[in-house]
């Protein structure tokens, strides 16, 4: 003291200043540098419907848990030295916009953890992204149950304050074991309706427990019953469906949707019976709060129908804490969102705390723990990986009781079931699933309605058809006499009425065509040849040159004098016959003239019974019956017309080229029609030979000549015996049996109608002149004689005579069964049910179950045998005319378009309301004048390509562009209600978004500026023009349009009031307020900037 005496105050006061200077720099040296956590927080700011945000949170309800968390572990010192920085983003319960926050944070290096959430749809891809993002990202939700996010492989960095579904399945299950259940019904509200909004929660609630269920052993799939509760309304009929197959009907609804479920089931008399019990689902909110609020609120006599009514009802729903220090949290919540946030005031309603929400707390807990940690082994604050890790596998005291995550990041769960006390009204926690001990505790007493729990089975069963009463009652006995009487009567009254209906339809005579119908000024008809030849050229077949003009029998044109000489055996000496077609009331008919020398038919019973069959005939490879004429001297019979020709026209041209593919198909149709044929009462064909195989212009087969034997009896034969086509027309298809019953004949003709076993050779024969197209019934002796070959086969020789069969790539199971089909035996030979068997495994390949496949193969094989160039303009029409249809497709709209390459008329359609957008850039003409065309086109096509691949994003669409001009339109041609000015704006935005980036590649220094105007109302759309059609609009909207455009500013939105009005409906974008704008012909009109967005705000 005595040494510092002498010195000055001065001096003393220097000293001073230096000491405490020098404390202070050791100070800030030895204090370490804080660290500043961002945190994105993200929830919707409003409440939005209840099917888009089941939990009811929102920003202002979690902010207040979130502070008081934050401020709570900064008093305890788990945030030494660090900083977190709230950063709310309103998703607006929309699954794009919470991605597209968390991705704009990550990008502008202002994420270090996400928390939040309303919803699983916009949590799902945030969680898959993070895992990816640097050092990782952890996020951090306290909904999500949902078990399709337990893949940690997927979600690497997701943690889930209120665990998984998976643990919901599992308490039921425990459950289900006390009370002795193995049969349960599930009856639950799904967005049935309204699929745009994706599943509903009861849904994912569900199927998690509905897969616990089938994972444990002696369970099995239950019956699911789902409705939407916002449009069905008849409970009794969902409750009884649920009966009929379980005592026990798990619900999953909404408290109103329960109450009336329960109403419904006291109406049916479920309730006071006690044979049924209810356990509802509700994780959403506080039931308990619920039920016992609205039990309290009704008078005496409701009261006591309704403790009635909810006997049987039992809750399940997460297990709330009941510590002191749980309540005094609740109070300090509640306390701070008055105090600072004005919770009350704001939404009108009562703050209210839940799991939901004070999961908040727990997880800004875990997180700073978790966060310490990190920093104390050396690591980054912003490595999420680390944080994360040391989140899960952990247990720590949380604001309910001590909390546990698992190894995968998911909270062990606990659950209550709550049953009615009768004696104070309220739902009481009768039993708790301890999630992190697999284990359900029983802490309270069951009621139950009947005394005790219902069976898991009736004893009579679900529809007492177990218990059949034994004694009938005498009504049951009229009754049972009654409905056999009115059987009886039924039937009776049935033939009564189609015999009467058979002899009407006789009478009637519908098959009956007369001569006169049959003709007309241009009557054409086909030749075709019937002998052993080969036939003319298939391609001079459908070539107009070939057509006569001479009449034919007065009605119909032959082809006599144009046929062109065809190579064959004795062709001088034989005689064709001829196919004639006909118009018959307006199509094509084949016409098969018959040799009756009568002046009159009989027409018997049996003729007309016969006729009246071969009418109602129908089948795909089968001629369609026409009708028959009877008028004389005019008999024929008249059929569907082919205009492909018969088989043996097909198979005679060597221009035809026939792969596998087309031969088996072909096969298998002539296989088709004849099981129909030989199912009929027409029982088999006859005559059946290459010559009466005929294909349409689809290219399918089909029998004909079959069938009316009364009538072709009556025919006179007039064919010359000594003529070889006489006999490789009738009798080279018969086998031994038939050749041999009309040997003896004058007029050799076989039986009328053949057999079953006769119509298997004669397919063996065509068989055979379909696998080696060398003629029918091919020999290696070619000068033989049809006759020859008749008699041969009649003789019976050992081996039998038969075609020559050839070395072929065909397969050896059509050989073998072909040489099956023609054995001497007719007992050996197969019925065309088995042979369809063989050859449908060797026809599978080519042949589908659908139609329009099989045509279509069909079809190509054709267009592949036409001549090369053909072939080629064919190839290049289809090839331009997809073009054309595309390039229509990018014109028009596609359904416009459509209508158009129909040849329908297209209309014009008013629209009440749509969303026009203009823009166009400001300075494009002294642009276009300092740079060259090449460079003003390059750069138009790099801008337009660049919008183009926006705006397939949107549900707009692009009408023109006239140089700088762009215009595009939504809510049309199809209406999406009001959305349009909502999609119009979102891409309007993001035009402009990215013209900001947008380099013009030959001045790269200088800004694109891209003026934008948009307006609402009601327009008028339509095709304009025959050449070069337009899809144009009209109206004043249009022009309004426009005008906003011209009077607005460079990078700027300029919006109507119209379109202010429809966007201020969605609450999610920023306007500004530019004031009256006299736009031409318009006047003064109020107009609105749209903003960019903000943090606050949606894009």
């Excluded at 088709?672 to 195989?693: A, E, Q, W």
Aim: hydrophobic share 40%; net charge neutral; glycine share 6%.
């Amino acid at each position: 003291m005595k040494a510092d005496e002498g010195v000055g105050p001065v001096a003393l006061l220097v000293r001073v200043v230096l000491c405490w200077g020098l404390l202070i720099c050791d100070c800030s040296r030895a204090a370490p540098a804080q660290h500043r956590i961002q945190m994105m927080v993200a929830m919707p700011y409003e409440l939005g419907p209840p099917w888009q945000n089941p939990f009811l949170l929102t920003r202002s309800v979690a902010e207040p848990v979130i502070q008081l968390a934050i401020d709570d572990v900064s008093r305890k010192g788990f945030l030494n030295n660090i900083a977190i920085d709230l950063h709310f983003r309103n998703t607006n319960c929309s699954d794009t916009l919470g991605p597209y926050y968390a991705v704009e944070a990550y990008c502008a290096k202002q994420l270090d953890v996400v928390l939040g959430f309303a919803s699983a749809y916009a949590l799902a891809p945030v969680a898959r992204l993070s895992g990816f993002w640097s050092q990782g990202v952890p996020v951090i939700t306290t909904i999500a149950q949902v078990d399709s996010l337990d893949d940690r492989s997927v979600y690497k960095l997701l943690t889930r304050m209120n665990g998984s579904y998976r643990e919901l399945g599992s308490t039921i299950i425990h459950l289900l074991q006390l009370l002795n259940y193995e049969t349960v019904a599930f009856l639950f509200h799904s967005n049935l309706r309204r699929p745009a909004f994706g599943k509903s929660e009861c849904f994912f609630q569900m199927v998690a427990i509905n897969n616990q269920l089938l994972k444990a052993s002696g369970w099995r799939q239950p019956p699911v019953i789902d409705f939407d509760e916002f449009f069905d309304s008849n409970y009794e009929d969902l409750l009884k469906r649920a009966s009929m197959s379980a005592n026990v009907i798990l619900m999953c609804a909404s408290v109103d949707t329960i109450e009336n479920l329960m109403h419904a089931a006291a109406r049916l008399g479920m309730t006071e019976s006690g044979k049924y019990i209810f356990f509802s689902i509700h994780i959403h909110s506080d039931m308990q709060d619920d039920f016992s609020w609205q039990l309290s609120n009704v008078s005496q006599a409701e009261r006591e129908q309704d403790l009635k009514t909810f006997a049987s009802l039992k809750i399940v729903t997460l297990r709330r804490p009941s510590q002191s220090l749980y309540r005094r949290f609740e109070e300090d919540v509640k306390a701070l969102a008055q105090k600072k946030f004005n919770y009350t005031q704001i939404t009108g309603k009562p703050y209210k705390v839940t799991k939901f929400t004070s999961a908040f707390y727990d997880a800004i807990m875990l997180y700073a723990i978790a966060l310490n940690e990190t920093l104390s082994l050396g690591f980054s604050p912003r490595n999420g990986l680390e944080v994360t890790r040391r989140m899960w596998n952990r247990s720590f005291a949380g604001i309910g009781g001590n909390v546990t995550i698992s190894k995968d990041g998911d909270r062990f769960s606990d659950y209550s079931v709550l049953d009615l006390n009768p004696q104070t009204g309220t739902f009481e926690e009768v039993a708790y699933y301890a999630g992190s001990q697999v284990k359900l505790y029983v802490v309270g007493q069951w009621y139950w309605a009947g005394g005790s729990p219902p069976p898991d089975r009736p004893i009579c069963g679900f529809d007492n058809s177990k218990c059949p009463s034994k004694n009938l009652s005498p009504w049951a006995v009229i009754l049972i006499v009654f409905s056999t009487l009115t059987v009886i009567f039924g039937v009776i009254a049935l033939f009564v009425f189609r015999r009467y209906k058979l002899e009407a339809e006789l009478r009637t005579m519908s098959w009956r065509i007369f001569w006169d119908e049959l003709s007309g000024q241009k009557k054409q008809n086909k030749c075709r040849k019937r002998n052993d030849s080969r036939a003319f050229h298939w391609l001079y077949e459908q070539r107009n040159s070939l057509i006569c003009e001479e009449n034919y029998d007065d009605s119909f044109t032959s082809l006599t004098d144009s046929l062109c000489t065809v190579e064959g055996l004795e062709l001088e000496k034989e005689k064709n016959a001829f196919t004639k077609i006909a118009n018959y009331r307006g199509q094509i008919v084949a016409v098969k003239m018959l040799n009756i020398q009568r002046n009159r038919i009989e027409l018997s019973r049996k003729l007309l019974i016969e006729l009246k069959k071969m009418k109602d005939l129908s089948h795909e490879h089968v001629t369609r019956f026409v009708g028959a004429c009877i008028d004389s001297p005019h008999y024929c019979i008249v059929t569907e017309y082919c205009p492909k020709g018969s088989l043996q026209d097909i198979l005679e041209n060597a221009g035809i080229k026939l792969d596998k593919m087309m031969i088996y198909s072909l096969m298998h149709d002539i296989i088709k029609g004849m099981v129909f044929i030989h199912s009929t009462d027409i029982r088999s064909h006859g005559k059946l030979k290459s010559t009466n195989c005929v294909v349409d212009s689809r290219f399918v087969l089909k029998i004909t000549d079959f069938g009316l034997n009364h009538i072709h009896e009556l025919e006179t034969v007039k064919e010359d015996f000594l003529s070889n086509s006489f006999w490789r027309g009738r009798y080279t298809f018969c086998g031994t049996d038939l050749t041999n019953e009309c040997a003896n004949k004058i007029n050799y003709c076989p039986p009328m109608g053949g057999t079953q076993k006769g119509d298997v050779y004669s397919f063996a024969i065509i068989l055979h002149e379909m696998l080696f197209r060398r003629g029918v019934f091919y020999t290696s002796d070619e000068n033989s004689f049809a006759r020859d070959i008749v008699e041969n086969v009649r003789m019976g020789m050992q081996p039998p005579f038969r075609p020559t069969v050839l070395e072929t790539s065909f397969d050896g199971v059509i050989i073998s069964l072909m040489v099956r089909c023609w054995s001497e035996n007719p007992d050996d030979r197969p019925d065309f049910r088995m042979i369809r068997k063989q050859v449908i495994s060797l026809t599978r390949e080519f042949e589908t179950s659908n139609i329009v496949d099989n045509l279509l193969r069909r079809m190509e094989q054709y267009a592949n045998n036409l001549e090369s160039l053909v072939q080629e303009r064919t190839a290049d029409y289809l090839q331009e005319k997809q073009k054309a249809e595309n390039l229509l497709y990018q014109l028009l709209p596609k359904s416009v378009a459509s209508q158009l390459i129909k040849g329908e008329p297209v209309k014009a359609e008013a629209f009440d309301c749509v969303t026009i957008y203009f823009s166009d850039i400001v300075g494009f003409t002294s642009l276009c004048a300092d740079s060259t065309p090449m460079e003003v086109v390059n750069l138009l096509n790099d801008l337009y390509t660049c919008f183009d691949s926006i705006i397939e994003n949107y549900d707009v669409y692009k009408v023109e562009t006239i140089g700088d001009a762009y215009m595009v339109v939504s809510g049309l041609p199809r209406k999406n209600g009001v959305a349009h000015a909502f999609e119009i704006a979102r891409m309007a935005l993001a035009l402009l978004s990215a013209v900001r980036c947008f380099t013009i590649v030959h001045r790269p220094k200088e800004q694109l500026k891209l003026r934008i105007g948009i307006h609402s109302g009601p327009v008028c759309a339509g095709v304009v023009g025959l050449k070069m059609p337009r899809y144009c609009l009209f109206g004043d909207t249009v022009n309004t349009a426009s005008r906003m455009e011209s009077n607005g500013l460079p990078l700027k939105i300029h919006v109507s009031s119209a379109t202010k009005t429809l966007l201020d409906s969605f609450n999610c974008f920023q306007l500004e307020y530019r004031g009256e704008v006299v736009m031409k012909g318009k006047g003064a009109q109020v107009t609105y900037w749209l903003l960019e967005p903000t943090e606050n705000h949606v894009t």
